[in-house]
């Protein structure tokens, strides 16, 4: 449990620098209590995406995996965040991804920074 709640608080973090540096990215709202309420609720959206969609693109895709060695990843990435954006839409979350392009930017950003973050940190599994 407490490596599931690590990683939603790394993956809010890293999306909500992706949203501050990448003008496409909105996380809009009020205060920054409600910014943190929404980030963290779009962490968990991006995480069920990521758990239970992304395995089932890259196995559909796995031909494009080997053609493009592998760079196929960060075009499934930034749909995976692109869902997010929709997902975030329909449940009313001021979080809104806006083109391909501020996704595939936001999904470098949120990896890079999720990656850093969980060096420092650590993982116990």
Known sequence: MKH?????????AAI???????????L?????????LTVIAVA???GVVNWLIKPLVKFF?????????GLITFVINALMLWLTSFASDR???DFHVQGFLPALLGSLIISLVAW???LAVGDED
């Open 16 to 26: 909500w620098v992706a949203a501050w540096i990448v003008n496409g990215i909105t």
């Open 91 to 93: 449940l009313k979350l």
């Open 4 to 12: 599931f709640v690590v990683k939603t608080l790394i993956n809010a």
């Open 44 to 46: 968990l959206i991006f």
């Open 28 to 36: 809009s709202g009020g205060d920054w209590q409600q910014k943190t």
């Open 116 to 118: 850093g973050l969980h």
């Open 61 to 69: 895709s796995f031909p494009l995996f080997i053609l493009s060695l």
